[in-house]
């Protein structure tokens, strides 16, 4: 997907969105058996296992475009011309088979999610009706549960590589929120003027969210082990509390509680977006 904040993909009609998704999801599908292939060949039998089971994941998803198809009554090309690539393998197809692992695998396919998150966010955002703000919204939040399911992978993959080394979070996710904002705000003092603002918006969020999640949320697991200095830099500490909102929209029964877990969320991967660029 195109990382462009200012110029994102203007979609007019459902016969263009359900063929974009569905494109998107295609797109996904090769990248991985290609990756699978790959990995057989180099004799990373256990990394082809996991690029397989990213297959069979992101076959899933194509499944559920194809019945939103199915039930919309829409015309869908069977070609569709992404006219530029959505699905980034960063470097896995090209990269020594011994530098890779299941770790960085699922850290490749949760960043794809995370992006198409992003790209639909944009999509609704920009929608040229109601019809196409709410299609593009539904994807959205497909995107993050997508999300979910490949960060609870990673983080399973990374408990088996790195069990030495870890701790218990200092603080809570009000105190971690309080710590990105200070690393937002120190990226605001040394950026240009534009990313500059982007930055003290976000630390504000981060702000925020701090002041609301003590007497919105209980605990979470995640906090229970997390890796040595995950707070030192804004990208794995906004990791970390994305997997706190994830994990905390996933065990909410309250309702309203589940959708401020979920609104949250959104707004780290909207912050993993920005830190990463």
């Known amino acids: 997907?195109?990382?462009?904040?200012?110029?994102?993909?203007?979609?007019?009609?459902?016969?263009?969105?359900?063929?974009?998704?569905?494109?998107?999801?295609?797109?996904?599908?090769?990248?991985?058996?290609?990756?699978?292939?790959?990995?057989?060949?180099?004799?990373?039998?256990d990394l082809a296992a996991?690029?397989?089971?990213?297959?069979?994941?992101?076959?899933?998803?194509?499944?559920?475009?194809?019945?939103?198809?199915?039930?919309?009554?829409?015309?869908?090309?069977?070609?569709?011309?992404?006219?530029?690539?959505?699905?980034?393998?960063?470097?896995?197809?090209?990269?020594?088979?011994?530098?890779?692992?299941?770790?960085?695998?699922?850290?490749?396919?949760?960043?794809?999610?995370?992006?198409?998150?992003?790209?639909?966010?944009?999509?609704?955002?920009?929608?040229?009706?109601?019809?196409?703000?709410?299609?593009?919204?539904r994807m959205a939040r497909e995107e993050l549960g997508h999300v979910a399911t490949l960060r609870r992978e990673r983080r399973r993959a990374f408990h088996d590589l790195r069990r030495a080394g870890m701790k218990s979070a200092r603080g809570n996710i009000a105190a971690l929120e309080i710590r990105l904002s200070d690393h937002l705000e120190g990226r605001a003092v040394r950026a240009a003027a534009r990313d500059a603002a982007r930055f003290r918006e976000l630390a504000a969020e981060a702000q925020a969210r701090s002041a609301a999640v003590a007497d919105a949320f209980g605990p979470t697991p995640v906090l229970d082990v997390v890796p040595e200095g995950a707070e030192a830099r804004p990208v794995p500490l906004c990791e970390l509390l994305l997997d706190c909102y994830l994990d905390l929209a996933e065990r909410e029964k309250q309702e309203d509680a589940r959708l401020r877990a979920q609104a949250y969320a959104g707004q780290m991967i909207a912050c993993l977006h920005v830190v990463r660029a």
């Open 1 to 45: 997907m195109t990382d462009n904040r200012d110029e994102p993909w203007a979609v007019g009609s459902m016969d263009e969105l359900l063929a974009l998704a569905r494109a998107m999801e295609q797109e996904a599908i090769t990248g991985y058996v290609a990756l699978a292939e790959r990995m057989r060949h180099e004799g990373r039998p």
């Open 50 to 137: 996991v690029f397989e089971a990213l297959t069979a994941e992101e076959e899933g998803h194509l499944g559920n475009v194809d019945r939103w198809i199915a039930q919309s009554n829409v015309t869908v090309p069977p070609v569709v011309d992404l006219q530029e690539p959505m699905f980034d393998d960063e470097g896995a197809a090209l990269v020594a088979p011994e530098l890779l692992n299941s770790y960085r695998a699922f850290s490749m396919a949760v960043r794809n999610e995370e992006r198409a998150f992003v790209f639909w966010t944009y999509v609704s955002a920009h929608a040229q009706s109601e019809e196409i703000r709410q299609a593009a919204e």
